[in-house]
């Protein structure tokens, strides 16, 4: 199974409130909901923690956008800096980097 099947079917089978990844020890993740709608991860405000993002309206992830993510999301947890890769690339990935590795870390195990 590809990293989307993975994260696509635990999302299907529980949608939730997920928290973003802070590297910094000074600062608390916001939470955020995902679910699947159709062919794309939805992102929303949190349904069960005050301490939420705050949209103006859902946002959407594609595979595309996690195939890009995911190799940066791995050099990350080893302790890279990749921000600034990041910052280079095009698309909807780079403005979602944020929710995609909380969904990453909280659906891939």
Not at 48 to 61: A, P, T, W
Not at 63 to 79: A, C, Q, V
């Amino acid at each position: 199974m590809n990293i989307w099947d993975i994260i696509t079917q635990d999302l299907l089978e529980n949608p939730r409130d997920i928290q973003t990844l802070v590297k910094s020890k000074n600062k608390t993740g916001l939470w955020f909901y995902a679910r699947i709608l159709g062919k794309s991860i939805i992102i929303e405000n949190a349904h069960e923690h005050d301490l939420s993002v705050k949209l103006s309206q859902m946002r959407r992830i594609y595979e595309k956008d996690i195939e890009i993510i995911y190799p940066f999301y791995l050099r990350r947890e080893n302790g890279e800096a990749v921000s600034k890769e990041i910052s280079l690339t095009k698309g909807e990935a780079k403005k979602n980097q944020t929710y995609i590795y909380g969904i990453i870390k909280s659906c891939v195990k």
